[in-house]
């Protein structure tokens, strides 16, 4: 079932949005600090989710066409890959604070990883509805 309308898309842009939520919370959990970290969360999610949707666009990765493509799974993990400095130093100004490349190196490999997974899992979802589709 090829994207034929704005619903596939906005499922694409909620997944996406709860992948980086995912993404904040396993920081905050690896650290130990996700079940007293609270709205502190929103210190990482916030730069994230607005680097994401500043960098991805440019890379196609909203392109209705290039969604059902499995060779365009690239575009998001590279669109990542590019935001995850953007988040950082997004969320530096936020906090009035430095930023260690460390962070961003894992905030990116991290984020594309997720963001990869999440992709595949929704190409998978097409692949097979179109399958029955007939």
Known sequence: MPIRSNSGLYLVIAGDIIALAFVTIVGFASHGTAGTAGIRMLTTFFPLLVAWFL????????????????????????????????????????????????????????????????????????????????
Not at 73 to 92: N, Q, S, T
Not at 108 to 113: H, I, M, R, S
């Open 55 to 134: 960098i991805a666009p440019h890379l196609g990765v909203y392109d209705l066409e290039k969604l059902i493509d499995v060779r365009q799974l690239w575009r998001p993990f590279w669109a990542m890959v590019l935001a995850a400095p953007m988040a950082g130093w997004l969320r530096g100004l936020l906090l009035n604070s430095p930023i260690l490349p460390l962070f961003v190196i894992i905030l990116g490999g991290v984020g594309a990883l997720t963001i990869l997974a999440w992709r595949g899992l929704y190409w998978i979802w097409l692949t097979r509805s179109k399958r029955s589709d007939g």
